[in-house]
Each structure stands twice: as structure tokens, then as C-alpha cells.
């Protein structure tokens, strides 16, 4: 909902055997689709707890009454149907208790454990959507013309090409690193990698996307080649499950606290 | 149409007191205008001539037989109405011959002239849109909070914020030059200073939108924003007009020819 | 001395009809020239005074009782003969009152005073120094060959030479402006410019220096070439007369400044 | 010797029993150690012969007659004592047959065998280099204030440390998958995850080390810290062993021949 997830709002207060649901969501991803049968709300049901102990999660009926959605939110100017962006109210909505998922205060812990797998899961996707660039780059440098030769030729590209190749090999390694880890260790123990690879990828995508709407002039920009579109999603990953500047905060507070142990340890040494 | 202007392959052929036109014109900004009466169109008539005179410039109206409008172009989802990019048709369409503009082989010298000063009004907006974005982003980052604090605290901003606004002041003085230059010793020699400022605004413009967009969090690629709009629009000026690489290319080889003047002067005083 | 000039630690205690000098300041440039014949040295008269009248600056000649010359210290490796930077000791080194420049407590303002015209001579130096590397990397370009064809032809340098030619041409043009502020309204005034043109130059001449080495290759990075040289210069600028995080934090207070304003000016309007 | 190794102009020429060698070759890297005792020389035997076989390699012993040591080269301004690399004159020198290295024309033969494991090995310690700059770094922003907090406070650099850290294990993964594949698979088709991690490993450290000789002002691009030795060191290899360009190139061209026979499948099977 936020870089903080201490700053959600919405209120989820009990009145006997249910729950009342007060507040706005925008961006809920999926709620548009036909086939959401669903909705996965979080809120507070204790605000006077502990900072990660005042929320819920519980699941509400998109046809309940007082949900409303508002509005579909496009991502540049592209609909994402039939998944969609959606902005929902919720107005004195009514939950049955047995709804709350766990049990009261959870909410944040339930999100913790899901939040690793989801973010490996679109690190991968990157990698797909980057490869797919790639080929759809070298593809057109090497049909199309200008200047008397295949723009292929013209050895600008070369460098790009190259860079592409190299930066997703990295990222893929990195990847399968964290994916190996959570399998072997644990999430837990894998959330430095799994915030590396989350900052690393979508913008090594991103760079390749760009330089192959750039390879295709005009074609790039509209929607014959898919990578403008490829752009606007791999865009909302770098804000998307934490933005970057939030990834990279945990990482460097990880690499400060190693810092101070060592200089610690030294000490101590000496 | 292309890099390289002369991949123009639309035919207008002589028959009799008419041209004949046949080809097909994706891109044409602003034919979607119900306010747009006339098309000029580009393409040979003088195929066997040299590089430069081989093409003209003809007027066509919109309801002449033959023409069709196939499609609107959208620039990453958004369909700019209602001026719109469309791809247009023209299959026989039949013209007087005094609709061909200046004389028959004078297309790429029309071009030529009208160039510049299209290029640098980019320009010019470009430096509006940027400075927009910078007042959206210094606005967002001191009133929406994270982590205890004002997001402009969190002192990688002071970077970016700084970045912006000396980005956004070299490119307006290059600007400024080049539209003096433009105005005292004429569009010829300023060429170089219009290409330089063609390549630098646009990617300034794309880096502060990108930056605000990310200040912005999911509201910077939604339509609420602004953001992503203007970026699609400014991502296109790095294509339109000439891709970068072909502008980079006219300003280095003019560096390459002083470059060799030089090195020639000083051995011719050896 | 410091990022922030409050940090220094020099200790000037009046005594009688002298001043008594305590304190170790490295980066002492030109210290080490024969033609220099007095030191400026800045230090804390006041320790109690407000934080900007603490400090101040007094004459001191090199062979006085107590200065010792500890060492040189290189610039990657280069020791930067004659003018040099050295690490100069103070001990109990006594100076006659009337050496106080200007009165004490006024070292701040004095440093103030200088630093404009400091900072925007370096820039001025920079944009030739970018000149000079810009010059010698067409001229190895034109001239060496590599697989078959001159490096010029490589067309990944038609684009590194274009954006060098831009870059400098921006810089030049906000050096100027600055410089024609500071005639116009003053230092102090032309602050945020000088600022700006502080970040922005030295960064620019690195950039383009960086790829004269690669043009030279291994001549690059050696001393017949120049540039390794230049380039151990150019970097200490990013840190030498304020650090550009700490320009950058100048530039953006002023850009949220004014968005406060405006802020507050579209409420107060509505 | 040259980005281009078939640009060596170093005449063997055979004289009954022995070669006479007549040359000059700079970056002789290691040849003024005292413990240098003999040296390989590449040159042209068979100039007629085709592009990989006019070179061969023959041992020169340091004190043959006709073998002068001209100077010691520096790096930025580091003599790299006791290594160092000289520049050096063989005039008319004259050696047995005996010490041609595996037979006449098969110079580059053995280049090429060589030139992946000392690829790797300099990216190897090219990780190490970084890993200690990121050490470094993190034990100064932890331990120096600046505008009254540890520099680590400055928010900007946690993006810094941050990507310091991401960057390192993504050339960390590569260097040891490609290492991994000349054990099990040779170095012939390691060659491209060689030519890889050789372009991005320096690049990776020089990024680290310019970070952190910021993060150590004034201290960083002296000898204290260093940190100026070790980004000298490191700006060599974008061109010793080949520069980034022609490693790029290489990587691109197997990345079009890999679209090309994509291109060709689907042809086919249409
Ligand atoms: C396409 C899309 C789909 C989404 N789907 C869902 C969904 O299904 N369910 C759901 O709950 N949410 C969803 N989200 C919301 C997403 O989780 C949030 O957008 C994200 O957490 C960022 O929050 P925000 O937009 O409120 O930005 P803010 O919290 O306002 O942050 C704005 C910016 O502040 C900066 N910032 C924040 N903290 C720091 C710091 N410490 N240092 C420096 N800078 C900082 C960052 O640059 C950040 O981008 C979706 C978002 C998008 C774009
Ligand atoms: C929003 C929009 C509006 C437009 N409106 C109009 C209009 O109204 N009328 C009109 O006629 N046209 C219009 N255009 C078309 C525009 O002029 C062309 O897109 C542009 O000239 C580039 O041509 P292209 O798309 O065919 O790309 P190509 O010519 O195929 O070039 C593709 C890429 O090749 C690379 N390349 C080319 N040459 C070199 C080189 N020498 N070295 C290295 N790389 C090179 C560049 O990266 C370039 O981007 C519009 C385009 C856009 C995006
Ligand atoms: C070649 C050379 C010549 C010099 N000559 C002289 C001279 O003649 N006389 C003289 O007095 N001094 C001289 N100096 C010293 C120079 O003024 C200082 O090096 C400079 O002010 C930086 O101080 P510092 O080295 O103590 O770095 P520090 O103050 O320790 O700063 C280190 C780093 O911290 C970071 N930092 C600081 N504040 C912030 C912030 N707010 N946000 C984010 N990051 C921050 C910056 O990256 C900075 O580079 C010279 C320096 C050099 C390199
Ligand atoms: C510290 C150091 C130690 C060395 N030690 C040794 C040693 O012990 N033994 C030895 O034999 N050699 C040694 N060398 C030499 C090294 O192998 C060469 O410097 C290197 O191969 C590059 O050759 P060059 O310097 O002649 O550059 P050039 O071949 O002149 O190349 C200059 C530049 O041209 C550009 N270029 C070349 N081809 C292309 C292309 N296709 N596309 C685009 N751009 C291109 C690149 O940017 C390149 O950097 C050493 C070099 C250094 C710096």
C-alpha cells in the first residue's frame, strides 16, 4: 500500500461477530478480473498494539454491501485489462469474524511470509520479459536499414547488445542464488537477496526495453512491438512490493551492521 | 518517415494533369484532428534523380478517392486525442498538378528548412515539461512521509532534486543559444547547436520525470499524475525528428572535420 | 578542510600581544612551492562564539618556530610539483596580533567571501582541460586504426564524441552565466549558479577525459598522454572546495524553498 | 600489445642458427622486477602467412646484446615498483633457434590458449578489490560526521552502499559460472562468459572505489587511503587484455549469429 506499511488506514473495527470495514484501496491489483471471486483486505483491528501488530487481514466478498470499485487505474496509458488496477471503497462493510485470516494482528507477519515469494516470482518474469527485448532488438538491427547498412552495423549497437547480454546473465545468477537459498535456508534468511534481485532486475529490463524501442524508432513507442507496454510493467516494479530506495535501505543497514561487527571484532582484538 | 530520409518509398507519379499517389504513411501527427483539412505528403517522383531532388512535397485532402485512414498509433497506451498519429493509405488518389508545393523535386530541401525550427519548439516545451515535473516532485517529496519523516529528509533526494535543476539550467542556456543563433546568422550554421539541444533536452526531460515518477510511487505511472503521460510524449522525441544517434552522428563528424583542419594547420606549419 | 567547515579544530589562543597556533592541517596546496613565502592558516579564536564567528584567519610564515612540514601528499600518485599539497604541523607556534586578518572572528566571512570566485576560476579551468581531452581524442581517433578501419569508424565514438561536444557546451554557457551574474548582482546572489557549475563541470570533464583514456589505450593511462593526469586533477574537484553532495544539498534547500512559497501561495490564493 | 593483436609489428627474422629480433615493445608488464629473468617476445616470423600464423613467441634473456630497458611506464601517476612496466628496445638481438616456443607460427595460438585464465584471475582479484573498497567505505561513513551526523545518516548513501553490494554479487555469480565452465567445459566455449565478467568486473569496482574515495573526501584520492591505487590498477583493465570494446563486440556478434540462426529456424519451419 505504501513504502511503509505502517501507514495503512483503513480501519477494520469488531461489533460483535463481525467486523466493519472502513477505507479506500487503491491499487488492488487483480479486483477487475471476471473471475476474483474474492478480496484479501488489510487493515487495523488493533491501532493502539505494537507498530506490527495493529493489523488484520480478512476476506471480503466483492458483491458485500458497501464495496464499491471506484475506478480502473491504467499504468501509463494501457488498461491491463482483464487483470486491472482497481480503487475500491469500502463504506460500513460487514464481515462474518471466521472472515479475519489467522486471527487478529497477524496481518503484517502473513504479509512478510508472502511478500518473498511474490517478488522472486516477478524477478523471474523480468528475466523473460528482458530476453524477449533482447531478441526482439538484434532481430531488427539486423533486418532494417539506414545509411547505406544494416543498423547492426552501425557498431553503437554492438556496446548495447553486449551490455543486454551481460547484465541479464548477472541477474539471472543473482536470481537463481535466492530462489536456491529460499529453498535451502529459508525466506528469511534469502531477504537480502531476494531485495537485490528485486532492485537489480526490473532496471537491468528496463534499460534493454529502452534500448530496443530505441532500435525500432517509432515502432517501439506504439503497440506493434510490445515494448512499450513491456516498459510500463517492468516501470511499476521498481515501486511495486517496496520501491527501490526501500530495497536498498535494508540492504546497506545489512552491510552497516557487518561493518560495525567487523570493526567491532578488531577492536576487541587488539 | 526514417533515419534516413531518403528510405521514402511513397510514389507520386505524373499522369497527365495529375499526380498519382500510391503508398501508405504511418505516424502522420495530427491527422486525426477533426480540425486537420489537409495532408502534405511526401514521396518520389523523380526516382532516377539524385539523393536530394528525388522526392516532392504534395498537398492531398483528406476526402480524395483512395485515401483511408487504417489506424490510430498509440504512444505507449495513450491515443494523444485528439490530435492523434495515424496510418494512412493512399492507393491511386489522384491530385492536380498544381498542388505540388514550390516545384516537382524540392521535397527534402522543404524539409530541410522546416526542420530547425520544429525541432528546437520541441525543444522549447521540453524545458516547460521538465520544470513542471520538478515542481511536482519538490511537491510530493514535502508533504508525503515514510518512515518517520518527510520523504524530501531522506537525503537521496537533495541529489536527484539538484541533478534536476542544473540539468534543466545547461539545457535551457543551450536552448537559448541555439534559438539566438537561429534568429542572428540563420538555421544553417545554428544546425549543430539545434541538433546538440535535440539530444540533450529530451533525455534531461525523461531523467526528472522518471526521478518524479518514482517520487510520486504508484500514483507517478497512473493517469492522475501527469507523469507518465509526459513521459511517453518526451520518450518519442528521442525518435521523432531524428533518433539521437543520427544527430550525435552530424555533431561528431563536424568535430571530426575540425579535428582534421587542425591537425592539418599544424603540420602545414611544421 | 572539512565538508563542513565548522568541524575544524585548529586552535589560535591569544596570549599577550601574540597569538599561539596549535594544530595539523593537511591539504595545504602551494605550501610546498619555493615561492611560497606566508601561510594563511584558519582556525578557532572564539571557541565559545556562535557557530560562525569562531574561527579566524591569521598570517603565518613558514620558518617560524614550531612549523613543520611533515609530507607531501600525492594526487594518484602524482605528486603535483612544484605547488604540491602538504601536511603542515603548528606547535606552540607564536604570531604576532596584527597578522589577524581582518579582526577576529571573522574567518568565516572571510572564506565566504573567497570561495565564489575559487569555485568558478576551477570551472573555468575545467571546461578547457574537457577542451584539451575532447581535442586529443578525435585526434587519436582519426588517426590510430584497430580491425581493419581508423577508431573513428567504430560508430560507438561517433556518440561518445557528440555528448562530449554537448556536455561541454552546457557547462560553458552556465559557467558563463554565473560568471556574468557574479559581475552583475554579486556573489552571494549567484551562489545556487556557482554551485550548479561546481557539480556539474568537474563531472563533465571526467566523463570526457574517461573516454579520451579508452580512445588512447594504454597511452591513456600513463603520463605521454596527459589525460591519467588530467584526470587525478579533475577528480579532486568533486571534493576539494565543498563536496558535491554538499552542493547539491545547497541547490536542493533553495528548489524546495521555493516550492514552500508556492505551496503557500496557491493556498493563501484559494 | 594493440586492441587488434594482428596490428604487432615486432620482426623475428630466421639467420641460420638463430633469430634476429627488431622491435620496440612498451607495457612489458613485470619486466623490471629483479626477479624477471627472462622474457617471451611476440613478433612476426611468417609475414606472408595468413592472419594467425605469421606470429611466433621466442625467449629473450634480459642481458642478450642489443635488448635495452628505455623506461619504467606509470600508472595514473603509480610506478607499480617492484612490477612495473618498462618499455623496451630490441635491436638486432640475437637468439638460438632452440627458443622459439613450440614452433614458428604459433604466436597466436598461444596467446589465445593463455588469455582466458588470465582474464578470469585478474577479474577474480577485480572482486576482491571491491569487496575491500566496500569495507573501507562503510567503516568511514560509520565513523565520520559531517552537518552533525555520521555521514551514513546522509540517506544517499544507503543507495550507494546498497548498490556497491548488489553489484558485487551479480559479477561474484558470473566470474564463478564462468570459471565453473573452463573447469568442465574448456575455455574455448567459456570464451563469452569470459569476455563477460572481463567487461563488467572493472567497470563494477571502479564504480565501488570512486564511491568510496568520495565517501573519504580529500583522504581518498591520496595514498592513506588506498584507494586512488586501487582505481588507477583497475581503470587499466577496461584495456589491458583486451579493451571493453572488443570484448562487447565479440559478445554481440555471438548474440546476432545466435538471432540469425533464430531467424533462419523460423523461416523454415514456415
Ligand atoms: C501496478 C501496481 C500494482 C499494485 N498492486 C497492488 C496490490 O495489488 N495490492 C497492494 O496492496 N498494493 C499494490 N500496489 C501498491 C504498491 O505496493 C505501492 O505503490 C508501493 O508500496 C509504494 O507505495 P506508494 O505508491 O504509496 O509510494 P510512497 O510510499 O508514497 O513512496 C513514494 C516514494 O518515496 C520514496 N521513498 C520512500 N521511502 C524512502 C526512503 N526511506 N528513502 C528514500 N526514498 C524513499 C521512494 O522513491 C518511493 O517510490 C501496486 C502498485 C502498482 C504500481
Ligand atoms: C510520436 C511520433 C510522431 C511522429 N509524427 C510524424 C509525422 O507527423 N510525420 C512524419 O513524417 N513522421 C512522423 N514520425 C516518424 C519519425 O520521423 C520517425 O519515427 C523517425 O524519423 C525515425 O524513423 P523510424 O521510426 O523509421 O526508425 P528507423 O529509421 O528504423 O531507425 C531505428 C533506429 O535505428 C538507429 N539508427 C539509425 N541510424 C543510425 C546510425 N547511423 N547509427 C546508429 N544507430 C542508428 C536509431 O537508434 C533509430 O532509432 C513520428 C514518430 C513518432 C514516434
Ligand atoms: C587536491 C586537494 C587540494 C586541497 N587543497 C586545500 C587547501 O589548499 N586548503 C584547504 O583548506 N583545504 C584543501 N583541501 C581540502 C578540501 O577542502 C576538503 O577535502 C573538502 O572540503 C572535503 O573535506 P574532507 O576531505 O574532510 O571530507 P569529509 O568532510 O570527511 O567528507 C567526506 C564525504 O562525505 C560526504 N558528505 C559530506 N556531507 C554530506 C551530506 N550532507 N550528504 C551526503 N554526503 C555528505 C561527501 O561525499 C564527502 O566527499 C584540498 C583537497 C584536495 C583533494
Ligand atoms: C597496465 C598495463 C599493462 C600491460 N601489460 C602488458 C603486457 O605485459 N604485455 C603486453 O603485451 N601488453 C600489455 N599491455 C598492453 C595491452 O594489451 C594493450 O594496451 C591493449 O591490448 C590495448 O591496446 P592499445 O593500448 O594499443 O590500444 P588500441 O588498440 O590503440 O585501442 C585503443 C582504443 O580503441 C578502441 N577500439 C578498438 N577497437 C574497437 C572497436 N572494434 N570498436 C570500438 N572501439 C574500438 C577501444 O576503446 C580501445 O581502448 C598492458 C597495458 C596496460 C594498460
Not at 480501519?11 to 488492488?28: A, L, M, P, Q
Not at 496509458?77 to 471503497?89: L, M, R, S
Request: aromatic letters at 4%; one cysteine or more.
Amino acid at each position: 500500500a505504501s513504502s511503509d506499511a505502517t501507514n495503512i488506514q483503513t480501519e477494520i473495527r469488531r461489533d460483535g461477530d463481525e467486523y466493519v470495514i472502513n477505507g479506500t484501496k487503491w491499487w488492488s491489483s487483480g479486483a477487475l478480473d471476471p473471475r476474483c471471486k474474492l478480496f484479501i483486505v488489510m487493515g487495523k483491528t488493533n491501532p493502539e498494539s505494537n507498530r506490527h501488530t495493529q493489523q488484520s487481514q480478512i476476506i471480503v466478498e466483492p458483491d458485500m454491501p458497501g464495496v464499491t470499485i471506484k475506478r480502473n487505474l491504467p499504468v501509463f496509458g494501457f488498461d491491463d485489462a482483464p487483470h486491472g488496477h482497481a480503487e475500491i471503497e469500502f463504506k460500513d462493510v460487514r464481515v462474518p469474524v471466521e472472515n479475519v485470516i489467522l486471527g487478529e494482528g497477524r496481518g503484517f507477519e502473513i504479509a512478510q511470509g508472502r511478500l518473498g515469494p511474490g517478488r522472486i516470482h516477478h524477478c523471474m518474469r523480468t528475466i523473460g520479459v528482458a530476453e524477449r527485448a533482447l531478441e526482439k532488438m538484434c532481430e531488427r538491427l539486423l533486418t532494417r536499414e539506414a545509411f547505406g547498412k544494416k543498423i547492426s552495423e552501425h557498431s553503437v549497437w554492438e556496446q548495447r547488445v553486449a551490455e543486454a547480454r551481460i547484465n541479464i546473465e548477472m541477474c539471472r545468477l543473482l536470481v537463481l542464488k535466492a530462489a536456491d537459498m529460499m529453498d535451502k535456508v529459508g525466506n528469511k534468511i534469502a531477504r537480502t537477496e531476494i531485495a537485490m534481485i528485486k532492485v537489480a532486475a526490473p532496471r537491468m529490463a528496463l534499460k534493454i526495453i529502452d534500448d530496443a524501442i530505441q532500435a525500432f524508432g517509432a515502432c517501439g513507442v506504439t503497440t506493434d512491438s510490445g515494448l512499450a507496454r513491456s516498459y510500463a510493467s517492468m516501470r511499476t516494479l521498481r515501486l511495486a512490493d517496496g520501491p527501490d530506495e526501500v530495497h536498498n535501505r535494508t540492504i546497506a543497514r545489512l552491510e552497516y551492521g557487518k561493518t560495525g561487527a567487523r570493526m567491532h571484532a578488531r577492536e576487541a582484538a587488539e
